[in-house]
């Protein structure tokens, strides 16, 4: 969707380097997800936002930080990488009076540990 | 907390026929959403279909129409006149309290 860019969509990284992944968005809906896929989980939510500087904690969280300084960006940051953290990433975005509408979604990162 | 639980991982379809993908879920909330995601290898991920819980009448979009059955806590989505193109993982998803929970999603396969 021309809405909401990832970058970068492919990245290989070694055990113990930083991470930083990012989520734009064009369409100044309040709410971003971040969430990663593996097989045999589906989608499991990691961090969110609702708002600037307001980001609450999904289920699998452990790992990671997320930082949102304006409306249209949304980092997800894996502080040392580890191989368990090899996954796709996926990030959403949502306005609440249009939940119905459900979320838009990136195109998604494959991250790599190694 | 919020659970929802896709019971078969894989399915398959012969072009033309019609497939049944099972979703439940569970909430102790009143009000919230039901929704159908596609993803083909692409990656991209495609809303199929959604239904509003406080709506009785079952949604229905071209040939996906969903059976909702708020009292069991199920949300089936019904694929009629398969496609090739039909084929990817498909995804339940239950909206409320601000978040979007998945099921593992059922890979769907269609045979010419």
């Known amino acids: 969707d021309a809405g909401i860019t990832q970058s970068p969509r492919h990245k290989v990284t070694e055990t113990g380097t930083p991470v930083t992944l990012r989520c734009h968005q064009t369409e100044n809906h309040r709410y971003m997800y971040w969430y990663r896929q593996d097989p045999g989980h589906g989608l499991r939510l990691i961090h969110y936002?609702?708002?600037?500087?307001?980001?609450d904690k999904g289920e699998v969280s452990d790992g990671y930080s997320v930082s949102r300084s304006k409306t249209e960006d949304f980092l997800l940051t894996l502080e040392s990488a580890t191989s368990s953290q090899t996954s796709v990433y996926f990030c959403?975005?949502?306005?609440?009076?249009?939940?119905?509408?459900?979320?838009?979604f990136g195109s998604g990162t494959r991250l790599t540990v190694v | 907390a919020q659970t929802v639980t896709q019971s078969q991982p894989e399915m398959s379809v012969q072009e033309a026929e019609t497939v049944t993908l099972s979703c439940t879920y569970d909430t102790s909330e009143s009000d919230y959403y039901l929704f159908w995601y596609k993803q083909p290898p692409s990656r991209q991920m495609i809303l199929v279909i959604r239904?509003?819980?406080?709506?009785?009448q079952n949604a229905t979009e071209n040939r996906f129409s969903v059976n909702f059955q708020k009292a069991a806590k199920s949300f089936s989505l019904k694929i009629s006149d398969s496609q090739l193109g039909d084929a990817a993982m498909y995804f339940c998803a239950s909206y409320n309290t601000d978040k979007l929970i998945f099921g593992t999603g059922t890979r769907l396969q269609v045979f010419p």
């Open positions: 959403a975005i949502s306005e609440p009076r249009r939940v119905d509408y459900g979320y838009t």
């Open positions: 936002s609702y708002g600037v500087k307001d980001t």
């Open positions: 239904q509003e819980a406080y709506k009785q």
